[in-house]
């Protein structure tokens, strides 16, 4: 399973942006799709995730009201729309797949990953 993200920017506070993710062959065994985020001698940090078949959402605590996750109807593309955006949202973020959304907040539940894409918000 590849991951592709793209959407990543340079903009001013307040300002918006709206990152995807493409698979090329996701599974039905891939049941979740989630955004994490990560700055430099940081842990990763989970931002949001979608069940791809039921279209449930999930957010972390600063992001949510700010951040909307959402895919397609193929269910081969994920997006995160972030409006509002604070000099601390700015860091490299990365799509996951995985098989379930039960511990989406952890890195360590997603088998699949993309390369990043750098959002940057002065």
């Known amino acids: 399973v590849q991951l592709v993200e793209s959407g990543g920017d340079s903009v001013q506070a307040g300002g918006s942006l709206r990152l995807s993710c493409t698979s090329d062959?996701?599974?039905?065994?891939?049941?979740?799709m989630a955004w994490f985020r990560q700055v430099p001698g940081k842990e990763r940090e989970g931002v949001a995730a979608?069940?791809?078949?039921?279209?449930?959402?999930y957010y972390g605590d600063s992001v949510r009201g700010r951040f909307t996750i959402a895919q397609d109807n193929a269910k081969t593309t994920a997006y995160l729309q972030m409006t509002s955006l604070k000099p601390e949202d700015s860091a490299m973020y990365f799509c996951a797949a995985g098989q379930t959304c039960g511990n989406w907040w952890k890195a360590s539940e997603f088998g699949y990953w993309g390369q990043g894409t750098q959002v940057t918000v002065s």
């Open positions: 062959s996701l599974t039905y065994s891939s049941n979740c």
């Open positions: 979608i069940y791809r078949h039921g279209d449930f959402t």
